[in-house]
């Protein structure tokens, strides 16, 4: 077997040689390129290969490093630059399944897509190194590029497993942040290696560098992107639409015979929470977060109800659909003093530019609410002070269809602005998130509340560079003074 390999290795041995360097002074490589495939067998080289090994990883960690310039290997091997990959892809694969925990499953298709970014990368370092440091340099240039990305990699990977691990949240513009940065660190490391070339100039390393920067920039925003290993989720049992359906008038009725009764000569206050977007838990969070803090701040204790799209309450709550929208606010309407008593609507979910909420929970398919639809419930119900709250992507495209004199409708984004933080793991959006968990634990003034609200988004948004969402309020003549005499009669109330 040993000949065969000899004879296969001869010409590339041969091929090698020929790219000895000329110039005695150069970095990468001398003559001594006769040692990269020799064929001897003799003990001492798995020592040497370590021992190269070893060498490499210095030269590039000082490279990747603010240390000073390294002293490079004056020679490589396909051997070298071969188990550099194989490090490469050990610390890839070691830190996404760091990353994703010791129950995850590993996925085919998110380590395919990972090596066709990991292998462009390389073949534009190849051409790259050969256009700029010259074809004898490539191959050590290759091999301490690849040894030099792997700490990078595993030093961002592992700064998301610890806010992972701390239950600290990141917004989507840390986590750019960080990719930004590690991309930055690569081209800096990749301009240091170009400038020990010592045929090259500053000029021709910084333009090689841009364009490694922008070949950089293309493979993380262009290419598909997965995850090598992922949690799999539990398999759901199969939703029984129909018994489902037939449970909700009496889920209705129960949360309303649940209600405190209504106070003669006071003005009371009712929440009705609707969270109707089934496939992010964020909803459902937030409904049932600022349920619980009108609860305690408002002093809405027996006064508070809320319809949900979801697994987790599908037994004890309502769906969030316009019947059951439309069956609650009936009830409240029979149940309040309605020349005093307010209603306190809040909805939660994704929106469109055309005043509509997203309803979704798989099989069940419900319909989409619409902003004239919410009027016509609340006008069917005959419920005269209303509070409206929308926590939604254009909810200000809402505002047209609910004003009155008798209403305030407060939105977390303009008509033709998005709003933000919408993701499944979190516990609130921007919004929420600054009107019910922060201005409300503040105040119990609801139009004091939107203002101390709106100036927390806008910073927030600033500081993440996102375009402002521009919540909006729209106070109606008739209950502003309506909220003051309610304030007043909380006070009151709170007294006694």
Known sequence: MLPQCRALLLPCRRFLVRLRVANPRAVFFNPSLTLLLQTSHSNAAPARFIDSVVEHLIAAMRLASPAAAPALPQVTSFAQLAFAQLALWVTVVVSAKLAAGAQSTFWIWGLTTFAAQVYLWLGAVVLLCWRYTGLQHAPVAVTLLTYAAAPVMLLASSSVLVADTLAITTSEAQRSLLSHAVMLWLTVTFYRLCRLSPERRRLQAFAASLLYCAVLLGIVTKMPSSEIFYVAQEPQHRLDIESIYYRQPALVEQQLDDLSAERPRSIDMYFVGLGPFAAQD???????????????????????????????????????????????????????????????????????????????????????????????????????WRVVVISACYSGSFIERLRSPNTLVITAAAADRASFGCRHENEWTYFGQAFFAEALLQTRDLVAAFVLAKAVIEAREGDEDKVASLPQMALGEHIAAHLQRWLANSVIQDRQ
Not at 299 to 323: E, V, Y
Not at 337 to 361: C, K, M, P, Y
Request: charge should be negative; glycine fraction near 8%; proline fraction near 3%.
């Open 282 to 384: 964020v909803f459902m969070r937030e409904t049932l977060g600022a349920q619980h803090i009108v609860e305690q701040q408002l002093g809405l204790q027996g006064r508070s109800l809320s319809l949900l799209n979801n697994r987790q309450t599908l037994t004890q709550l309502p769906l969030a659909n316009l019947p059951n929208l439309r069956h609650t606010l009936r009830g409240l309407g029979e149940r309040i003093d309605r020349d005093n008593d307010i209603v306190f609507v809040f909805l939660t979910s994704h929106g469109s530019q055309g005043g509509t909420l997203a309803a979704e929970f798989e099989a069940i398919g419900p319909n989409d609410l619409a902003a004239h639809e919410i009027r016509r419930a609340l006008d069917d119900a005959r419920i005269l």
